[in-house]
């Protein structure tokens, strides 16, 4: 069985930085592209960011361009996104997904708020 | 980026009703759509890939159409689980994009 388990997400100040992880199981990670995805309260779905199998190409939402980075361990089947110089306006459930451009499984999420 | 419009952004219907959901993307965007299910709380669920793919798993009363700009979500006969948030999204480009969503909700 496909799963996707986020982890790593909470309360953070604005301006701070927090890194999420995705554990992947019940499939060969590293033949999967990987993408982030958020969704703020009562908001619709934001694409933030994408990475290949290898990890050699990755893209990103021009909304956290240049503050967060995607990454991925396939020795350990983990998903990663850095995220630094948080703002309100990233606060959301922060989903991985898997595959490139349609995404067949996606994680529960986990919560990323920025509040002071 | 390319921009998905979807319309209505609510609809109220029945159980056995049909229930249709439109999407705009702003520039054509071939056969690259996709459609999801959200319920309140959970993650999405892929219904519908490459504009007319039904996902393995997924009802036959769920139905997809369309290319270029114009695509459009079709449930035959609305069942008491179906009533959720969907989204369309555009597979064109690398920065891929949602439209707004359409909450199918009970009459």
């Given at each position: 069985e496909v799963q996707l388990v986020e982890s790593g997400g909470g309360l953070v100040q604005p301006g701070g930085s927090l890194r999420l992880s995705c554990a992947a199981s019940g499939f060969t990670f590293?033949?999967?592209?990987?993408?982030?995805?958020?969704q703020a309260p009562g908001k619709g779905l934001e694409w933030v960011s994408y990475i290949s199998s290898s990890g050699s190409t990755v893209y990103y939402a021009d909304s956290v361009k240049g503050r967060f980075t995607i990454s991925r361990d396939n020795a350990k089947n983990s998903l990663y996104l850095q995220m630094n110089s948080l703002r309100a306006e990233?606060?959301?459930v922060y989903y991985c997904?898997?595959?490139?451009s349609y995404y067949d499984y996606w994680?529960?999420?986990?919560?990323?708020t920025v509040s002071s | 980026d390319i921009q998905m419009t979807q319309s209505p952004s609510s609809v109220s219907a029945s159980v056995g009703?049909?229930?249709t959901i439109t999407c705009?993307?702003?520039?054509?965007i071939s056969s690259w759509l996709a459609w999801y299910q959200q319920k309140p709380g959970k993650?999405?669920?892929?219904?519908?890939?490459?504009?007319?793919?039904l996902q393995s798993g997924v009802?036959?009363?769920f139905s997809g159409s369309g290319s270029g700009t114009d695509f459009t979500l079709t449930i035959s006969s609305l069942q008491p689980e179906d009533f959720a948030t969907y989204y369309c999204q555009q597979a064109n480009s690398f920065s891929l994009t949602f439209g707004g969503g359409t909450k199918v909700e009970i009459k």
């Open positions: 590293s033949s999967y592209e990987m993408n982030w995805v958020r990233d606060t959301a997904a898997r595959s490139g994680g529960q999420g986990t919560l990323v | 009703d049909r229930v705009r993307a702003s520039q054509g993650a999405p669920k892929l219904l519908i890939y490459a504009a007319s793919t009802p036959s009363r």
